[in-house]
């Protein structure tokens, strides 16, 4: 049974910086396409960031140039690092997987993983 938890969450101020993790276990796809999803308050839930087994990876335009994601094989860890976070940056954190496919391990098919976790809470104030 595949387990995605998310950890990492909390409150800082507008141009400060948090990371969040995504610990995966009983994941036995060779290959594997993760992402982090956000949702706030009164709003359908965004594509944040991917990352697939190669490295390769995907951005909101909303956080490029300020976040980066990057997965950890040893630790079974994908982390997001979010820089300069703006108060718009305030939602729910997900982290999802599914099993690599060609040309889909992107931001704009976040609706098509399928493993999710709980998700983690970041506060950004101003």
């Known amino acids: 049974q595949v387990q995605l938890v998310e950890s990492g969450g909390g409150s800082v101020q507008a141009g400060g910086s948090l990371r969040l993790s995504c610990l995966i276990s009983?994941?036995?796809?060779?290959?594997?396409?993760m992402a982090w999803v956000r949702q706030s308050p009164g709003n359908e839930r965004e594509g944040v960031a991917t990352?697939?087994?190669?490295?390769?990876?995907s951005y909101a335009d909303s956080v490029k140039g300020r976040f980066t994601v990057s997965y950890d094989a040893a630790k079974s860890t994908m982390y997001l690092q979010m820089d300069s976070v703006k108060t718009e940056d305030t939602a729910m954190y997900y982290c999802?997987?599914?099993?690599?496919?060609?040309?889909?391990?992107?931001?704009?098919?976040?609706?098509?993983?399928?493993?999710w976790g709980k998700g983690t809470l970041v506060t950004i104030s101003s």
């Open positions: 990352i697939d087994s190669d490295g390769s990876s």
């Open positions: 009983g994941y036995t796809y060779s290959r594997r396409c």
């Open positions: 999802a997987a599914a099993p690599f496919l060609a040309g889909t391990c992107h931001v704009f098919y976040y609706r098509a993983m399928d493993y």
